[in-house]
């Protein structure tokens, strides 16, 4: 069914102020299509009373902090940075089996939430959780690090009382919805980028060094794919190495994989047919600024059978 988004956003923002009423309320923002938008709807109905927490957990993509606490702050919306990366890396340490690695992010990341929440003496907590969120996690294909009492976790664990207003619909209608709520185009447009961050991106146990491996070949995707508007684009680190030569000795390296996809809703996918010469850029790009990396791939899997991220 068609969105009304008018009605939706009035609908929306009278049923936020009607649960905080004069309360304070968090807003966890990622810098993502979904926490944007839901940040912006919040801001609407509660003014100055809503705090947008951006956890700098060490998994983001290049300058993401400084551009999303820009916009944020530009917008008028009060923002509190978490410097929270020591945290989030003692999670994950040691921690290989995908949905291991999503459950010890989920628990960080609502563990790091719940402590500032109590912070500002509230129990509000909003959060930008889409349909395509409960439908996998529910479905038991990956545990979304947002998803919580769907799954029969109660969020008062973690002494939170959550709204998630964006619950009902896919990514077209969200990007819809931040359109009319004035959002920069850059970000309502943006790429779908997960909460958990690079970590759904490496293959194998997450640690810093792993991660700026990877940020960096992310870097080099995301700007030589732009033009061509994908879905998502992205790289991935194995938990593999290869033999290669470098500067002429050899060298037992990373292998890094391309990954670019055409969705609507990302609930099936299709890998962007990605013209050679870009492909054969990329490949310079990541081997020449990334020493650690011996081996560029290119992933040709639609989804199903594969999903879009690798954990
Ligand atoms: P998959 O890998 O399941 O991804 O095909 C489908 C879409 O969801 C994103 N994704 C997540 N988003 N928290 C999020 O907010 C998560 O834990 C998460 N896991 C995957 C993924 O980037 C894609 O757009």
Redesign the pocket.
């Known amino acids: 069914m068609k969105l009304n988004t008018k009605k939706f956003i009035r609908g929306k923002i009278n049923e936020i102020k009607r649960e905080v009423g004069s309360d304070v309320a968090i807003c966890a923002t990622?810098g993502?299509v979904?926490?944007m938008v839901c940040t912006f709807l919040a801001h609407r109905a509660l003014g100055k009373n809503l705090i947008a927490l951006f956890i700098d957990d060490g998994l983001m993509r290049e300058n993401e902090p400084q551009m999303v606490s820009k916009i944020l702050k530009k917008k008028g919306i009060k923002t509190v940075i978490i410097r929270a990366a020591k945290d989030f890396f003692k999670a994950l340490k040691g921690k290989e089996d995908p949905e291991e690695m999503?459950k010890a992010?989920?628990d960080i990341f609502y563990k790091t939430l719940g402590k500032t929440v109590r912070k500002y003496r509230t129990n509000y907590l909003i959060q930008?959780?889409?349909a395509?969120?409960v439908v996998?996690?529910k479905g038991k294909?990956?545990?979304?690090?947002?998803?919580l009492s769907q799954i029969g976790i109660s969020p008062k664990k973690y002494g939170l009382s959550i709204i998630e207003p964006l619950v009902k619909l896919y990514?077209p209608d969200v990007r819809k919805v931040g359109k009319a709520l004035g959002l920069p185009k850059i970000i309502y447009q943006r790429?779908?980028?997960?909460?958990?961050g690079l970590a759904?991106r490496v293959v194998g146990e997450v640690t810093p060094g792993r991660v700026k491996i990877l940020r960096k070949a992310t870097s080099i995707i995301e700007k030589e794919t732009k033009k061509l508007k994908p879905?998502?684009a992205f790289a991935v680190l194995l938990n593999d190495r290869a033999t290669g030569v470098k500067k002429g000795k050899r060298a037992f390296g990373n292998i890094i994989v391309i990954r670019s996809v055409e969705?609507k809703n990302?609930?099936t996918?299709q890998p962007t047919k990605i013209p050679y010469t870009i492909l054969e850029k990329i490949q310079k790009k990541i081997v020449r600024e990334i020493p650690e990396v011996t081996k560029v791939l290119y992933d040709v899997t639609p989804?199903p059978p594969?999903?879009?991220?690798?954990?």
């Open positions: 990622s993502g979904d926490s999503r992010f989920r930008g959780t889409i395509a969120d996998e996690t294909i990956k545990s979304q690090h947002n998803v990514k790429m779908p980028f997960p909460g958990p759904t879905f998502q969705s990302a609930m996918a989804k594969s999903t879009i991220e690798y954990i």
